[in-house]
Every structure is written in C-alpha cells, then in structure tokens.
C-alpha cells in the first residue's frame, strides 16, 4: 500500500508522543501543583494532547485509510 505524505507526518507525530509519554523531565522533582505532584499534572496534559491529536488524526482520515478501508464505500460494501 502506497502512502500519501499527507499519512506520514504522523509517524514522527506518534514517536513524539511515545517519547514524551514518560515525563523524563520531571524525574527527581518533587514540586506539588494544587494537590498533586508535578508529574501526574504532566500525564494529564499529555493525555490531553493525545486525545486531540488521536481526534485529528482520525478526522483526517489517516485511520481509515490504515485500515484498508476506502472512506469512499459505503458501510454494506466493505471487504
């Protein structure tokens, strides 16, 4: 299957996001923010992130087109 560069933009997207998914700025800070500790503010921003880049990223059509799926077929016809 051919992709469009349109679809590879978000494979370093997601390394990205791997990445950063580990708050390894954080390790070792013991800073509390309202209660909680720095590093759960970070997992709650970063999931955040996540989910809006995931919503773009199927809004996109990326997913679909991932999948196999032609966007095009209507739902009865796919293989």
Do not use: K, T
Not at 5 to 29: E, Q, S
Not at 46 to 62: E, P
Request: proline content about 8%.
């Amino acid at each position: 299957m051919r992709r469009s560069r349109r679809d590879l933009v978000w494979i370093p997207i997601l390394a990205v996001l791997i990445v950063f998914a580990v708050p390894w700025p954080l390790w070792g800070v013991d800073l509390v923010v309202a209660g909680l500790p720095v590093w759960i503010w970070w997992h709650i921003v970063w999931l955040g992130i996540c989910s809006i880049l995931f919503w773009r990223f199927v809004a996109s059509g990326a997913w679909e087109r991932g999948m196999g799926f032609d966007p095009s077929v209507e739902g009865g016809d796919r293989p």
